[in-house]
């Protein structure tokens, strides 16, 4: 199934708020830590939380939504700025600016700057506010992801290698080195993984140095790739499912005699799908060739299940019960934000919120099912993963190849 144009904007506005509440709710424990300690009164305390603390809170904070709109809008493979990222981008950080400002203008106008309303403010909107000027800053010089020395992974698209392998090879590389990875043309639901996508191989360490690239090709492609393969330090490709493009990237390494950073990924009992076909010169340039055969696990997955699981039983139950979670949300944050709020949190005042009638519970479930449904077609729960070993295997088969190129 194709996905439709209105399934990739859920993963991505997902991992937007979980990313923005994750910045409210962590600066509003600091916030409230110093508060109980008499701290935040003092005027240095407020500058180091403000000026220091919170940005490196929501730049951290801005790297999975940043890197699921660059998987969204992939950088162009031949390098030309997209102008209409650019715009919309442009857009979206003026949007952020408006909307954060006037809640700010509030606490201003109390005034309470700095204070234990409006540093988790700050927090919540930097993380909006970043994503979007780095993702606005990447489109117009896209040569600072696609012109490093990288590792590039060429795998067949929709597939295994595509919604997994993907995964492992970006938690494998070490930081400040980028994964190159090609988009498809028309990316199918199950591609947007949010936990792959978002969170996999996501480093503390050079982060932005690190962010994985994403192109998109044209109909130039194969020069593109050429390009590409030519200015790698680790060519990696997987061979388990062979298309005619993965033969013409397979005719690529062998013209360009970068056999000695390539790394072939293939699939247990897919050899003589793979490797071992009757490809005109491909036995000949094999000899020698670091292949590293993998088989699919259910048990390897766990822990993905776990994390998946949570993030859609989560998203289920604020669908479920979005009236008590909105009014419960309202008012324990405001309760949090000011200690000095009186705001009761029983039954009365669930009813004084306007959602205690079926009607609009029905209209609250409704709209919580517009971000469940696709949610559901993008998130995969029990897909198997590689084993440990393996993972281990292809971490170290990526250091000794980079090594090699450091050397040579």
Known sequence: MRAAAFVAPFPVGLVWVYSAWAAL?????????????????????????ALGVIPLLCFYAALPPLRMLLRAFPVRIDGRPRRGCIAAAGLGFLYFALFYGGLASGYVLQGDVLGVGFIPLLGMAGTGLLSMLLFLGLHVRPAFLRERPSVVFLRRFSSFADRVVLGSVLRSVPPGIPVVALTPPASQASD???????LSGLKLRSP??????FLSGDAQWKAQVEELVSRARVVLIDVSDVSPAIDDELGIIIRQKALSKTLFIQEAGSESAGLDRDMPGLQDALGGARILTYERSLRAALPKVVLSASFLLTVMAFTLFLPEAAAFLSGGMRAWMNPAAEVSL????????????WEHRLAAIGGGLLWLVPLLYTLPIFRRALTRQVRRELEEAIHRLLAQSRAA
């Not at 947007?192 to 978002?198: A, E, I, R």
């Not at 932005?208 to 690239?213: N, T």
């Not at 029983?346 to 009638?357: D, I, M």
């Open 346 to 357: 029983s039954s009365p005042a669930l009813a004084q919120v306007g959602w205690s009638s």
């Open 192 to 198: 947007w993984d949010p936990v792959l996508l978002g």
């Open 208 to 213: 932005l140095a690190s962010l994985p690239c």
């Open 25 to 49: 709710i962590v600066s509003s424990f600091f916030t409230r830590a110093l508060h109980a300690y008499g701290l935040l009164e003092r005027w240095p305390v407020r500058a180091v939380l």
